[in-house]
């Protein structure tokens, strides 16, 4: 029915790990390569492509851990037992205000107005390295065209909601727009995902078929 939100990844570290800018971080990799250890939640994970693209951008492996879900990376990278990861703003705005992990780069548009001192990748010498997690509204095949019709104005109603955007913000997260909160919109989102990322992933080899 239409695209619903957009949200950056954020990438980060634990905050005894020696690189201090975001291009301090990538010259770090490439000369330390898979002594680095790069957690994520699982193969196909937002966190996981985001490592994937972030790899395959630099030219430099690292040595990926999987997890099971992003709480227990946190708390490893907050422990100090995991290198670093990549992982919502969403999950993570709370951790960098705190200063429990040390934050390199947001990988969207533009920074974030919870975590304004943090570049984005544009920012810090590498905007080929750009995602977000977004997240459509989808109904079942078959769903009436009248039904759709009214849910599309919903959500183009909700997303236009000040108390929703506010939130939103609060999570560092992108409302979409109401021209984005429609059906064409959402199957061309879709379909530009999947080209992006498919040759990525055959690349990387680490998704099962």
């Not at 619903?4 to 291009?23: K, L, Y």
């Not at 990799?29 to 193969?43: C, D, L, S």
Request: proline fraction near 6%; charge should be negative.
């Amino acid at each position: 029915m239409g695209l619903v939100s957009d949200a950056p990844m954020t990438v980060i570290a634990r905050n005894e790990f020696p690189p201090v800018t975001f291009q301090e971080l990538i010259a770090y990799i490439k000369q330390n390569g898979t002594k680095v250890t790069y957690a994520h939640a699982g193969i196909g994970a937002a966190s996981h492509l985001c490592g994937t693209l972030f790899m395959a951008t630099i030219g430099t492996q690292m040595t990926t851990v999987p997890y099971k879900g992003n709480g227990p990376i946190m708390t490893d990278l907050i422990g100090g037992q995991i290198d670093m990861t990549c992982d919502q703003a969403t999950n993570t705005v709370g951790p960098i205000s705190q200063k429990q992990v040390k934050a390199y780069a947001i990988t969207g548009e533009e920074r974030a107005d919870t975590l304004p001192d943090l570049p984005t990748t544009t920012e810090a010498g590498l905007p080929e390295f750009k995602l977000g997690v977004w997240h459509g509204l989808y109904a079942p095949k078959g769903t009436p065209e009248d039904a759709v019709d009214k849910l599309t104005s919903a959500l183009q109603a909700a997303m236009d909601d000040a108390v929703l955007k506010e939130r939103f913000a609060q999570i560092a997260t992108m409302p979409a727009t109401k021209e984005q909160a429609t059906q064409e919109a959402l199957r061309i989102k879709l379909d530009t995902e999947i080209k992006r990322w498919d040759p990525i992933i055959k690349a990387a080899g680490q998704f099962a078929d």
